[in-house]
């Protein structure tokens, strides 16, 4: 959830920085090049800087959400890491923008946004639900921190990332978002939450299969997923 990634080095990005073959003109071939290149950064800059206000405005305000305080704390301090490395992404070498990603990728996140705290579990199961959504937590933080300057939201390519977390599975951010959401829901178990994340799934594959689909143009990242067969879960999916 990434994704930021979160195949090999994409988590993806909502900005419309895909570099793009610009013709020479028969006079001055310099005065387009320059001003297109203007235009590109200046997309890029506040493509960068509204990704960072989501972090910052959306995602900090959410501290208290799970059953440990820990994993509010780990959260919190990826939420903020996430929004300044935000604002010195790297630019997308291509991006796919259309109906399909933007709703599979609006889907996947706004879907899981709705689940609530509920009656908690206590005892064991509380224990172990904190235990998970620190593994998960955790898992999501350290694999976006791998990702660096090379994630987003829309499918890209930012060059690919197949250290750390990436050499287990193609969407580590997916796997660690999954096990923290598979702990919240063990310390809330609502009719409701149980509802939310089985409506959530087929959109986060939808947004790992488009998200593979832009990739496999990549020879680079062909070549890593020749290699790495798991997408979200070692030895299983």
Not at 161 to 181: E, I, N
Request: no cysteine; glycine share 8%; charged share 15%.
């Amino acid at each position: 959830m990434g994704t930021d990634e979160p195949v090999a080095a994409v988590d993806s990005a909502p900005d419309a920085t895909a570099a793009s073959a610009v013709p020479e003109a028969p006079l001055k071939p310099e005065e387009p090049a320059v001003a297109l290149s203007r235009g590109v950064r200046y997309r890029h800059a506040l493509g960068n800087i509204g990704l960072a206000l989501l972090f910052f405005t959306a995602l900090i305000p959410a501290k208290g959400q799970y059953n440990s305080g820990l994993a509010n704390d780990i959260w919190l301090g990826g939420a903020v890491l996430m929004g300044l490395l935000s604002l010195v992404r790297v630019p997308a070498r291509s991006t796919m923008v259309n109906l399909r990603s933007i709703l599979a990728t609006a889907a996947m996140m706004t879907i899981p946004a709705l689940m609530r705290p509920g009656v908690g579990t206590t005892g064991l199961l509380q224990d172990l639900a904190i235990v998970i959504e620190l593994i998960g937590i955790a898992f999501t933080q350290v694999s976006r921190l791998y990702l660096g300057r090379r994630f987003g939201l829309l499918p890209a390519n930012r060059g690919i990332v197949s250290k750390g977390p990436f050499r287990l599975v193609r969407h580590p951010v997916y796997s660690g978002w999954l096990v923290l959401t598979i702990g919240f829901l063990m310390a809330y178990p609502t009719l409701r939450n149980v509802g939310i994340l089985i409506l959530s799934l087929p959109f986060l594959v939808w947004r790992m299969d488009l998200e593979e689909e832009h990739l496999t143009e990549d020879a680079a990242y062909r070549e890593y997923a020749a290699k790495i067969s798991y997408r979200l879960i070692p030895g299983i999916y």
